[in-house]
């Protein structure tokens, strides 16, 4: 198995997302409007509610955005009946980037219903062809385990077990990233297999070895390939920080460190 050993503490969301550019005079506000008039839904009889509701979802994102190390959609405070100077502020040019749920449930305070912006399809390139036969043997376990495993579609495949939702995603250049409840399904893979509750403590006593000697986990770990003694392996990923510099270590099916060949 190779997903369990992503660091599921810094729980990322699946790869569908909206972007919006600020243009110059936009707050975040604007821009927001702007982005759902483009996709012709009707913002003239939005009032102060509505916006409560999706400055508040915005903030939420916000707040996981910075607790997952992925980028802040805006600067300052989140009070919503604050100084715009000093509460979600944004600048011309820049990208804010809201995660397709955040979206979705901004479109339904503004609508009542889901959004219908599609998103763009993903070429199978082969870079994203080698992500996913990276995670067929997990996907293959997370089946044998009871969890019902869907196609990949757009690039995401779903999971679900017991009324829980999670999401495995592939972007563009092949990085892997997890949402919705995959802690839950990492759970109970741990718990229904003693192999991948021992590859887990292996993880964890690898990590904490790194966190004595003063190495930082950057936070972003993900699957790749390797060559180890000529043989392509599946590994984990992570790089940690040091005294200004970066250490990469690998980590295979067991949860062990491996060194890729030179």
Known sequence: MKILYI????????FHMVSIQIQQGQGISQAIKATLSNNGIDTSKMDGSVWNQILTEVASNNDNNKKTSKQALYSGG?????????NFVVNPNQTVTIDDTS??????????????????QI???????????????DLATFKSSG???SDWNNNTCT????????????????????????DFMM???QTSSPQEQKSVENQNKFLEHMKQK????????????????????????????KEGKNYVAYLDGNGNQVKADK
């Not at 070429?123 to 043997?137: R, W």
């Not at 999670?166 to 919705?180: E, L, P, Q, V, Y």
């Open 214 to 241: 003063g190495y930082q986990d950057n936070g972003s770990s993900q699957l790749a390939t390797i060559k180890v003694n000529g043989k392509d392996t599946s590994v984990v990923k992570y790089t940690f920080a």
């Open 159 to 182: 999971l679900t077990y017991k009324g829980k939702t999670a999401t495995i995603s592939i972007d563009a250049n092949g990085k892997t990233s997890f949402g919705g409840d995959i």
């Open 78 to 86: 989140s009070d919503i009946k604050g100084s715009y100077k000093q």
């Open 123 to 137: 070429a199978d390139t082969p870079t994203i062809k080698a992500a996913k036969t990276a995670c067929a043997e």
């Open 187 to 189: 759970n109970h893979l």
């Open 7 to 14: 660091n599921t503490g810094d729980k990322l969301r699946g």
């Open 103 to 120: 979206w979705n449930k901004i479109v339904a305070f503004t609508t009542g219903k889901a959004s219908d912006v599609k998103t763009t």
């Open 147 to 149: 969890v019902n495993v």
